[in-house]
């Protein structure tokens, strides 16, 4: 009689969202490979038997995204593709126990902060003494750092609270910690993350701390580039800047959120901030450092939003050439401060709103970049795809912002650094050659 032979278990972990939700699953990976287990990211071979969905739960869009995710890889498992499907992230922690009854193919439901008992479900251990350890998603050249988890602002339009909770800063040492391990494995960027930057420290350390978390990180043998990322406009500390502008290693970068420009509605949205502070901020980290990249993202088609409030944002975009912007339409979401307002702008008018936002965008981008041509740019390799290397200046992000087209006969490798002269301009990129 021949006995068959227990096949060992590979798991597979689908990432959907932002990138706190990628360094979450990261974290996970860690686990489970320092406990033997077997564990891949986004496998495309499907020689995996086990799969965890990491949702996001944000907006709509989102939300069915995830959703879909989901029931692919229930349709997986009972065809016998798969042996379990666990879920976890934010949409789980938001929905759970509708989700449970909906789709009862799922093995096991797990909210965002809910990593040992995960791991429990794989008979594998939490390891503390691996707080920091991570196994990579992203190329290994480049890193998202997380340095706090949840938000204590009330925003009307945002659920982050509901999946996230209140705002809990890591310890700078453990930041600092979590970085150098990074270096180690050979990252040379590294983009700080949070809910919201700025608040980084008042719940540890009763001050905000980020000043003096960026000064102890800039001190880290090898670390090239550390880019900020979802600073919040509010109070903003304006200390950063001075940080920015006396350590060559963090980026003249800034993103940071601000959702609208017209007062009624970032009262509405209960931003806690007016039209006018919002241009003097922008002038001041303009004053404080120059040649600074900006990036925010707005919000298009809140309730009572009217076509005047829109062009009021265009107006503020031609006026203060923002570097990088991102729109979003709104979605009307349960439990938050906007829900009992009237989602009184329909679907399609929130789209064109959105597109018309983009195309004033769109000119002052290309405006922005042909002022590039001619100049030499410190330029990070990221890839190389249909024979041209694939790169970023320091004024621009992974995925969301320009990319720079390499023109060279040289042979490069990710994560190297090269200075490129910009010779073409478009709309959202750049084109150059070595120098």
């Known amino acids: 009689m021949k006995t068959r032979t ?16 990628m360094v979450d699953s990261e974290v996970l990976s860690g686990q489970l490979k320092a406990n033997d287990i077997d564990v891949v990211h986004e496998n495309t071979r499907r020689d995996h038997n086990i ?10 869009k989102a939300k069915e995204e995830s959703i879909n995710t989901i029931l692919e890889q229930v349709e997986l498992k009972e065809r016998g593709r798969l042996d379990k499907v666990f879920v976890t992230g934010c949409l789980s922690e938001r929905y759970r126990g509708d ?59 945002c659920a982050i609270p509901l999946m996230r909770g209140q705002h809990v800063s890591k310890p700078i040492e453990a930041v600092v910690a979590e970085a150098e391990k990074l270096v180690k494995s050979g990252v040379k960027e590294i983009m700080l993350i949070a809910q919201e930057l700025t608040y980084y420290g008042l719940d540890l350390y009763k001050q905000r701390r980020l000043p003096e978390l ?23 500390p304006l200390e950063i800047l ?9 980026c003249n970068y800034l993103d940071m959120p601000l959702q609208h420009i017209a007062d009624p509605m970032l009262k509405a949205m209960k931003r806690q901030i007016t039209r006018k502070e919002i ?34 944002v265009k107006r503020f975009l031609e006026e203060v050439r923002f570097d990088r912007v991102g729109v979003f339409t709104y979605s009307h979401e349960e439990n938050t401060g906007a829900y009992a307002l009237e989602d009184d702008v329909p679907a399609e008018e929130k789209e064109r709103r959105a597109q018309d936002i983009m195309e004033t965008q769109q000119e002052i981008s290309l405006e922005k970049n042909q002022e590039k041509i001619g100049k030499v740019f410190k330029v990070i390799v990221d890839k190389k795809e249909s024979g041209r290397y694939l790169g970023r ?28 002269k910009i010779t073409r301009a478009f709309d959202y990129d750049l084109e150059g050659v070595l120098v």
Request: aromatic share 8%; proline share 4%; glycine share 6%.
């Open 279 to 312: 241009f003097d901020l922008v002038t001041t980290i303009r004053e404080k450092v120059p040649g600074i990249c900006l990036r925010t993202t707005l919000i298009a088609g809140f309730p009572g939003e009217s076509l005047e409030d829109v062009e009021d």
């Open 99 to 157: 989700l449970e009854s909906e789709i009862p193919g799922v093995d096991a439901w797990f909210g965002t902060m809910e990593l040992p008992l995960i791991l429990k479900r794989f008979d594998a251990d939490y390891k503390t003494e691996l707080v920091g350890e991570r196994l990579l998603s992203t190329p290994s050249h480049y890193a998202y750092l997380k340095i706090s988890e949840g938000c204590n602002r009330t925003c009307a339009f």
């Open 6 to 21: 227990l096949k060992k278990d590979k798991v597979n972990i689908i990432t959907l969202g932002c990138s706190k939700n």
């Open 393 to 420: 200046t320091e004024f621009d992000s992974v995925e969301v912002d320009n990319e720079v087209i390499i023109n060279t006969d040289r042979k490069l490798k990710p994560g190297d650094f090269v200075q490129v």
């Open 242 to 250: 001075d940080v920015m502008r006396e350590r060559d290693n963090i």
């Open 51 to 60: 799969v965890v969905v990491n949702t996001c739960g944000f907006i709509d």
């Open 214 to 236: 960026l000064h102890a990180l800039a001190d880290v043998k090898g670390l090239e580039w550390i880019r900020l990322h979802y600073a919040y406009p509010t109070k903003f």
